[in-house]
């Protein structure tokens, strides 16, 4: 293991000891991980590893650095260890409470922001199934003039994602509500909704790499055939969209036949579909006559 047999350990030959052990444990992002991790444990930033990089590590530094270790190659994720993830360019606070939010959710952005014409133009959004916060804070930075409510039905969630819109200075304008999707909005209308609900088959999470699985289920599990939450969604959106208004939402790369035929049944028009960076169909969106 780590630091056996070693007189002095440097921040380089940690990092270099720990991405080879993150490349042969199969983890796709090794040196950025083994950075992410040691710039937590030392309190600084990434460039300061490599302006440091000579520097000899201390004891305590070292013990907890490996309790890290130990525990990414257990599964957890990066982002859990160090209580921190980067979506658009933002920092989001993150725990086992919520999904860690991926580069593929950032396709929702640059929709959402594409169908906002005038983008400083005050407007309603809303986000269900908010999670960290990451769509809904987003989008309240890139529409200096919105209001943006976001709902999730997990306690602990809505608290992350409260947090997350003060962190990043929207808090006056994302206002966070505990309910389970429409309910915390009836009665309300909006101009663009947005959602990245749960949408993984049942069945299937069992199968998911040990990582993912650390995830809460709650955000995860979208039902027998991974469509509940787009049946729901759906089927009610036109009743809290404004004339004219978007419903932009992330699905599964195998599901987008299956969410078109329900946004063409729900009567949307221009339904469309957009691929991610990967390539991968990704986002749905609509319009509301």
């Known amino acids: 293991m780590l630091y056996e047999g070693v007189a002095t350990w440097t921040t380089l030959s940690v990092l270099d000891w720990t991405t080879k052990r993150f490349t042969d444990a199969g983890i796709a992002s090794p040196r950025l991980e083994a950075q992410l991790l040691l710039a937590h444990v030392l309190q600084c930033s990434r460039m300061q590893l490599y302006t440091g990089f ?42 086992p409470n919520v999904l860690v939010p991926r580069p593929d959710t950032e396709t929702v952005i640059e929709v959402a922001r594409s169908l906002r014409a005038d983008r400083a133009a005050a407007c309603r959004v809303l986000d269900l199934c908010t999670g960290s916060g990451a769509i809904a804070v987003s989008l309240a930075r890139e529409l200096p003039a919105a209001t943006v409510v976001a709902t999730d039905v997990s306690e602990a969630a809505v608290a992350i994602a409260r947090r997350n819109a003060e962190r990043n200075q929207v808090g006056d304008r994302v206002d966070v509500r505990l309910g389970d999707l429409w309910a915390p909005v009836a009665g309300e209308r909006f101009d663009l909704i947005c959602s990245n609900p749960p949408y993984i088959a049942t069945d299937v999470i069992a199968t998911l790499s040990a990582e993912v699985r650390r995830e809460p289920m709650l955000a995860l599990d979208g039902g027998a055939n991974g469509l509940l939450f787009y049946d729901r969604i759906c089927s009610a959106a036109r009743e809290h969209l404004e004339p004219g208004g978007a419903l932009v939402v992330e699905h599964g790369f195998d599901q987008a036949d299956a969410v078109h035929e329900r946004f063409v049944a729900s009567g949307f028009l221009k339904v469309t579909l957009v691929h991610d960076l990967a390539k991968n169909p990704r986002v749905t969106w609509g319009i509301a006559p």
């Open 54 to 95: 000579d520097k000899p590590l201390g004891e305590a530094e070292l013990t907890g650095y490996r309790e890290l270790i130990k525990r990414r190659l257990a599964g957890e994720p990066v982002a859990y260890l160090v209580s921190e993830h980067e979506f658009w360019g933002l920092p989001f606070y993150v725990d």
